[in-house]
């Protein structure tokens, strides 16, 4: 298992570019997620999936789309980068019982920079 | 809404020094609960887990149980290593597919 894997690792925009971050996981697990982590701010979850072609909005949404046609991927897009989106952004999976998400799985994270 | 609150960082402590990292929750069911570390340069992992009142949660020498009566879910360790210098996150699950709450996170740093 190669678990959840992100790419690129390191990326440069410039303000008004747009980009795709990817999110692979080969666990099977429904439920995706994406996060941004700042300094000093702890994670914040930008969107989530509970299962193919089903996605919701997280805490900071915008500025961010997200698609959910497969199990195994959750694609990432900027649609016009922004200096405020300079962050590491880190992929999860998780499955889910009935008492709610068992551990999630993280990837190795995305560094953005937007000049 | 569910919520999670840890101590604020950063913490430096000596090796072989006791550590205690505080974590309390507000959560409307009965929730899971985790505490995930992040090594430099890495994604988070989980570390520990207990998904019921009173259940202990152990790991690599790290410890935490879970206090209904307190909704509280410490971390603990007896003697800690400049291996275990790390930032700490606590998190909760609650019921169905809401996503994991996490708190802000503790850099713990370890000296020699």
């Known amino acids: 298992n190669a678990g959840v894997t992100q790419t690129p690792k390191f990326q440069v925009l410039k303000t008004g570019q747009s980009m795709t971050l990817q999110c692979a996981q080969d666990?099977?697990?429904?439920?995706m997620s994406w996060y941004r982590q700042d300094p000093g701010m702890g994670l914040r979850l930008i969107h989530y999936?509970?299962?193919?072609?089903?996605?919701d909005q997280g805490e900071v949404p915008n500025g961010y789309n997200v698609s959910r046609s497969t199990t195994e991927d959750f694609p990432l897009r900027l649609l016009s980068a922004a200096p405020s989106q300079t962050s590491v952004y880190f992929c999860a999976s998780s499955y889910s019982r009935t008492g709610g998400l068992v551990e999630q799985y993280f990837g190795p994270g995305t560094r953005l920079t937007v000049t | 809404g569910d919520s999670v609150t840890q101590m604020e960082g950063p913490v430096t402590l000596s090796e072989e020094a006791f550590l205690t990292i505080n974590c309390t929750y507000t959560a409307t069911g009965y929730p899971s609960l985790f505490w995930y570390v992040q090594y430099p340069g890495e994604g988070l992992q989980l570390l520990l887990k207990?998904?019921?009142?009173?259940d202990k949660g152990s790991n690599k020498g790290f410890e935490a149980t879970y206090r209904k009566e307190t909704t509280s879910f410490h971390l603990e360790k007896g003697s800690v290593q400049v291996s275990d210098s790390a930032v700490y996150f606590c998190a909760l699950s609650d019921s169905g597919n809401t996503p994991l709450v996490f708190g802000k996170g503790t850099r713990l740093s370890v000296i020699a």
């Open positions: 666990m099977n697990h429904e439920y």
């Open positions: 999936s509970v299962g193919a072609g089903i996605t």
């Open positions: 207990a998904t019921k009142a009173d």
